[in-house]
């Protein structure tokens, strides 16, 4: 059943945000962030940009002729189709390249809400953790791309798949969303993949939410630019206050280990 209340906590987060990569000390861990998305946003625009005409007429070519009556609608929602194709091909190659500096900057972000600081890493130990952040970014890919397959072949099927599947495609997007930008706080303390969906999954309405004004964002031009740290500012926002508290302390329980928590041993222990 869906709750106002999540639905409020949604935007409340997104909106967090926004407010975090204003603050000092936060400001220079995003600027990598946004300069990675300046090149990989203006290569992928002009890849879509030309082929964008053909990428539309081939769909709306599936369209029967009894259904030209529907044409203009049917045409816009193979728009929105093409988009939401741009929009997952841009997340998922910006999720690869800039995992590291997202990851560094939802720890920054934590340590700004709680005062706690992970385990220091040098820069050969960063480096050297890479290689396992990407191996987390394929298990969103693996979890991620079949379903976004099944949802590309079912928008072939005349009326449904210009109608129903749209929809779905945009949820399952907001769902992907809540999932990409919520894993690094959830990753920085070496929490597994399946644990933190099954957690993302309990507050379902809340992630969708938050998810859904991530989407919409993504979308804009100018604010696709941003919207990256601004989501990974208010995911880690939202780890910290309906999350952290329990996990951790399951993590900190004797023979928990599968939750194995990255705070150092001068870091207070939570409660």
């Not at 992970?118 to 791309?145: A, C, G, H």
Request: hydrophobic share 50%; glycine share 8%.
């Amino acid at each position: 059943m869906l709750q106002t209340t999540e639905f409020k906590l949604g935007f409340h987060y997104f909106v967090l945000g926004w407010h975090l990569i204003a603050q000092k000390g936060l400001r220079r861990f995003v600027i990598m962030p946004i300069l990675l998305n300046i090149l990989l946003l203006g290569g992928l625009f002009w890849l879509f940009l030309s082929q964008m005409e053909s990428l539309i007429d081939g769909i709306v070519s599936y369209i029967p002729d009894w259904l030209s009556w529907l044409g203009a609608v049917l045409l816009v929602l193979s728009v929105f189709m093409v988009l939401i194709l741009f929009y997952f091909i841009f997340t998922t190659l910006s999720g690869f390249i800039a995992a590291p500096f997202n990851g560094l900057l939802a720890e920054k972000v934590e340590n700004r809400l709680t005062g706690e600081t992970l385990i220091d890493m040098n820069t050969l130990d960063f480096i050297k953790d890479i290689p396992r952040m990407l191996r987390r970014e394929w298990q969103k890919l693996v979890y991620s791309l079949p379903k976004f397959i099944l949802l590309f072949l079912l928008s072939f099927i005349p009326l449904l798949g210009q109608t129903l599947i749209p929809l779905l495609t945009f949820l399952f997007s907001a769902w992907m969303m809540a999932i990409q930008y919520c894993d690094y706080p959830f990753d920085n303390h070496k929490i597994p993949f399946s644990v933190m969906r099954d957690e993302l999954s309990g507050k379902q309405t809340l992630n969708i939410t938050f998810g859904t004004f991530v989407t919409l964002c993504t979308l804009v031009p100018g604010v696709n630019l941003v919207i990256i740290p601004v989501a990974v500012c208010g995911a880690t926002a939202m780890w910290t206050e309906q999350y952290r508290a329990r996990l951790l302390h399951r993590a900190n329980n004797a023979g928990d280990s599968t939750l194995p928590g990255r705070f150092g041993a001068g870091s207070p222990s939570v409660k």
